[in-house]
């Protein structure tokens, strides 16, 4: 049997981009501003996290207009959708294993 850490996905695993991850499946789309606050990052750390996440397919990003004022927006992709869920079931697997008495 595998360790379930053997699970854990690289490009989503990071502290930064798994929370990325997480805002992005609560709310929908978030804009740079909103996940730069929520997580308390800044502007280049935040811009390195969303173009890793985007090339590696897990959210898309795109450029618009509120007003006048410009907007970059993300959204989960299906497949950062199933990359979330993936990496969440392989913690569930891990904290598991601690709540077994030990052999």
Do not use: C
């Amino acid at each position: 049997m595998d360790h379930p850490g053997a699970d854990f996905d690289e490009s989503v695993h990071q502290p930064n981009r798994l929370a990325i991850l997480v805002v992005l499946r609560e709310a929908g789309r978030a804009d740079f501003g909103y996940l730069k606050s929520a997580l308390g990052l800044t502007d280049g750390n935040l811009g390195r996290h969303l173009v890793m996440l985007e090339n590696s397919g897990l959210i898309s990003v795109s450029k618009g207009y509120e007003g006048r004022r410009p907007r970059t927006w993300a959204v989960l992709t299906p497949r950062g959708k199933k990359a979330l869920a993936d990496e969440l079931q392989a913690m569930r697997k891990l904290l598991a294993r601690l709540d077994q008495p030990p052999s």
